[in-house]
């Protein structure tokens, strides 16, 4: 992975996090909150879990372990 895929995927993380948001306002005023946490649930963890992998990611290539790639020009 280089360094531009990186920050694309940490933005569709991010995206993904603040579209588990959106998913549940609009799904709790439709269907009620039950739905509404079982409709964002998806899209928070997958989110979650995409930002923990990056956390990960960038930690091992600051201490040197695991080398993100520069983006070739």
Same mark, same amino acid.
Not at 15 to 32: E, N, P
């Given at each position: ?14 995206? +993904?996090?603040? !579209?588990? %948001?959106? &998913?549940? =306002? @609009?799904?709790? #005023? /439709?269907?009620?909150?039950?739905? $509404?946490? +079982?409709?964002? !649930?998806? %899209?928070? &963890?997958? =989110? @979650?879990?995409? #930002? /923990?992998?990056?956390?990960?990611? $960038?930690? +091992? ?13």
């Amino acid at each position: 992975m280089d360094r531009s895929g990186f920050v694309r995927l940490a933005l569709v993380a991010l995206g +993904l996090v603040v !579209a588990s %948001f959106f &998913v549940r =306002g @609009f799904s709790q #005023l /439709v269907f009620g909150r039950g739905v $509404a946490d +079982l409709l964002q !649930a998806p %899209f928070a &963890v997958v =989110g @979650f879990l995409l #930002l /923990v992998y990056l956390f990960v990611r $960038a930690t +091992l290539d600051a201490v040197g372990l695991w080398r993100l790639e520069d983006a070739e020009s």
